[in-house]
């Protein structure tokens, strides 16, 4: 007897902070709104530039290069599959 097992994706479901949105250009909120159409797919996004482990749960991307450059960073709660957008903006002023 064969058994076939469906397997269907959960998707995650992706918040972000207000404050993360303060002052970004166009073309940066539509790269961040493609990267939050990868997330809830799952928090991990190595095919993103420089894509990393920030820490236990906690990851960023750069999401333009150049001058300046921009970085997103999120927190994940896998329990619950939630992750949180909660900084974009300049790689200077990032909070790692």
């Known amino acids: 007897m064969t058994y076939n097992k469906v ?3 959960v ?3 992706v918040s972000v902070n207000k404050r993360a949105y ?6 940066v909120l539509e790269t961040l709104q493609f990267l939050i159409s990868e997330l809830e797919k ?3 996004t190595p095919n993103w530039p420089n894509y990393s482990k920030l820490g236990y749960l906690s990851y960023h991307c750069h999401i333009k290069k150049g001058r300046p450059t921009y970085v997103a960073c999120w927190v994940v709660d896998k329990n619950n599959k939630i992750i949180e957008v909660y900084y974009v903006g300049t790689h200077e002023k990032a909070p790692y």
Do not use: D
């Open 7 to 9: 397997m269907t994706k």
């Open 11 to 13: 998707k995650w479901t």
């Open 22 to 27: 303060k002052k970004l250009p166009v073309h």
């Open 42 to 44: 799952g928090p991990e």
